[in-house]
């Protein structure tokens, strides 16, 4: 009896003995394949790595597949997974491999995917190579036919945007000065080119005031490309200044990320210094080397009148000085015949109100008299309205950020 109960028990350990050794016990990360060796796919791991090292991507990609078939949780197949996904054009693969790595958080090392000679922890190496590979899918630059820098972004979807921005930046003006703008006149007072134009200025001055930028890079693109939103006054601005732009937190994130992928030098110093000079001439170019034509000033009273109210919205926006600004009014006013001379104090400002005209101007009409706006979409208003002033009273804002930027260095 008792030789039979030891017989039973050693079969049974014996039994146990095998089944661990095969691996049949449940594995390490509930693998569903078992190794005689139960190596959890270390050793097709290692195969991984020396075909990939040699070129041979096809067999690595075997070796890799059979590793993580052995374990799912082993992180040296994983990275010479994704590694292959890189080289091979398959980035949404290798995004997967390398989010898996940073998942399961090991403390292994490698020297593969590194940017030095020194061995790194795979999951630093997953998160500098993630980066990167986000910054690779999501450029913003492009480059058109005439190699101009432009983005890469439709006109519909800038148009929504654009609109929102100048909205919102009205509204969000912090300045003791009085706004005359009216927010929900911006869809229907510029086209698409002149609400590009403006979210272009924008966006540089955002840039500056985020320390994005520094100063002479903010006055040197700015001067360059004035005449977009000053076309009387001003040399005319570059061709790109109409095309279609991001808004300023996708630039702005794009930025960032490089800066942060040259800080975990996923990037070079001169990789990031590169894009972003992109980003810049892109946004407004610093030497145009293609201008728009020259804008001929209006020469009828009712676009004149829609003239003076856009100049009144880039004013409002904190784009141009208050000097800039009476300078263009009075271009306008003397292309109707109007003119008192720039230098002069004017005695009459057109006003952005919605106002029926009574009667058609004369020739001679002088800058003393009032004169009546009427906005093609009020036409049947009864609403009238006239403004007179001694001497301006538009206060001077600061036109240049205050920043300090940390590219200076």
Known sequence: M???????????????????????????GGSTKFSLFGDNGEHEADLAVVAYSQGNFEEADTHVLEALDDNKKNVKALLVGALLSERTNRPQRARQYYEEILLYNGNEVSFLGTTTSQPEKITDIARKRLRQLS?????????????????????????????????????????????????????????DDEKNTIARFLILKELAESDLITKEEFLRARQANIGGLLPLTHTPA??????????????????????????????????????????????????PAQRLKKKAPAREIIPAARDLRKLEVVYDLNLITSGEKEKERAAIEQALGLGAPAQEDPTIALVPAQIEVKAQPQANLSVQEVIKIVEPDAATSDESQTVKANKPTNEAKPLLPNVSSPFNK
């Open 2 to 28: 008792l030789y039979n109960s030891l017989k039973s028990g050693l079969a049974l350990l014996l039994t146990a003995t095998l089944l661990g050794a095969c691996g049949l016990m449940g594995g390490n």
């Open 135 to 191: 910054l690779t899918q999501n450029k913003l630059i492009v480059e058109d036919n005439k190699g101009n820098k432009v983005f890469n972004t439709s006109q519909s979807t800038a148009s929504k945007s654009n609109t929102t921005d100048i909205k919102n930046a009205l509204s969000a003006r912090k300045t003791k000065a009085p706004i005359k703008s009216n927010p929900n006149d911006i869809e229907s007072l510029f086209n």
């Open 238 to 287: 570059s061709s790109q200044v109409v095309k279609p732009v991001p808004t300023a937190s996708i630039i702005i994130d794009r930025i960032n990320a490089l800066k942060a992928a040259a800080e975990d030098r996923a990037i070079t110093a001169k990789e990031f210094s590169a894009e972003r000079n992109l980003i810049i001439e892109a946004i407004l170019p610093p030497r």
